[in-house]
């Protein structure tokens, strides 16, 4: 229902002895105007104003009640004034016809007060049920809106389920892949003790044949001592693939100690001189020169760099650049080793290094670059590398508590990159 | 010139006939060649070898315990052994082989230059062995 604040406020809605007190005020006050101004008798329907108001504001009786009241009253003018023609029958005639005409009024004006009536209160009931309908509305769009936030709510929480489920799935592959290559690595690990003892004691029978028989009168001709060259190198380049497996089957203990990276950097490259020069290869140093101190076994990081060039050279049949590139770069995060450093003062930025080592060559193929590290994969010809070149490196490096990447560049050739941090070589 | 006594144990029989050819042709060397590590303490006792070359993995019985035995005999244990292995490599004990406890270790494969040198630098130190 309608507040009563918002109704309109009408005639009806008057106090009640105010319409009284203005229509009893307002009877004998027409009366009086009657008897001093002796009105037309048309204008007697003047006194219809408050016969209306009271049928209108306060009841049909009031109004009935008024009317008679008012014929009286035009009576009691009429006997006064005592008119010509005002003969007692006459105007009795006349109050009757006079107070049925009121009647009439009255009855007129309550048909239409109740048709008012009637009127508002379909108003006020549509109103309340628009009102209704509105408040039932608004509870449904509130209730939308709440399903709406719930919804959106349980769909964020399942994209973040769904996202760490993904995280997770990923982590399960990276995981299943290192218990493969562990797994591997191990049978690779025995396969290559194995097959270093049985093949080292036949070499080592090749290599005692080979000195007595060059000890032999008939070793002094060109053409023998040539062949028996060939197979004392035969037996060398197979003593050195089988001490390569050995190594790699064997990386031994680590020895770190604070070592400067520039400077075994530079020492690979020094060993790497000869080939360097024999394949017309330039090397472009970009070496920051204040890398922090890393714990590195400085003969192990030397070989991880020498095979990283060689393998880097192979790819330069026609000469290039092989350009070597460190810089300083952020610790591992979650490293408890590193939150510690920072507290000792240590910028964040400063706790490990990083080594880029890009040639000038083709590139790896896509599809071999997922397999560039795994042991015995190469791409050289058969007798001109073991594949294990880049697989000792990697064993090195993680040894090392490091990483080790290879990508094609997008100028072209190759880039592998080390990373070092300074707890690495603790927690290994 | 007296020749120097070497006892080869291996349980390849090509890489002790190859040592014992190649010794011997120098002329400085008289070589005996064994083939069963079990029999080696007898026959060490037998030949009384100036020097010991042994094998370190073989089957039965492994060179450490033929050291161990041949150690054990008061007779012997002031013969040198050096370790002729599979099991290590050059870059690691390098071409003279190193000490570890207190006897030489050299890698397989061995030339001989490598091993009359290494023959001869233990005949000459005989200190730790």
Redo the contacts between chains.
Sequence with gaps: VRPKSDRVWTIRHWPRPLVLALCGLLIPGIGLVDYLTGMEASVTVIYLLPIALGTWALSRRTGLLLAVASVLVWLIVERIQAVSYSHPLIQCWNALTLLIFFVVVVLLVSVLGRSYEWLEEKVEERTAELLSEIAVRSKAEADLARANAELSQSREDLMHTLADLRKSHAALQDTQLRLIQAAKMESVGRLAAGV??E???????????I??VE?LPQARDEATAGVLKEQRDA?LRA?AII?EL??FSTP?ELHTQPEDLNAIIERALGLAKYELTKRHVVVARELQPDLPALPLDRNKIEQVFVNVFINALHAMARGGTLTVRTYATPAKPNANADAAADAQGAGQDRIGASVEVDDTGPGIPEEHLVRVFDPFFTTKAPGKGTGLGLSIVRQIVHMHGGTVDLANRAAGGARVTVRFFTTGAERS | MTKKKIMAI?D?P??T???K??LE?TGLYEVLAVNEPESALAQARQFQPDLILLDV?MPNLDGGEVAAQIGADPALQAIPIVY?T???????VGPQGKFSGGRRVVA??????ELTDCIEATLQERGPC
């Excluded at chain 1, 093949?199 to 044949?209: A, S």
């Excluded at chain 2, 599979?86 to 690691?92: F, H, P, R, S, Y």
């Design positions: 270093a003892h093949v080292k004691n036949p070499l080592t029978t090749i290599m005692m044949g000195d007595y000890q037996v003593t001490n050995l190594e031994g | 291996d390849e090509g890489v006939r190859l040592i050819l190649n042709t993995m002729l599979a099991a290590v490599t050059k870059k690691e397989k494969p061995i030339t001989l230059k």
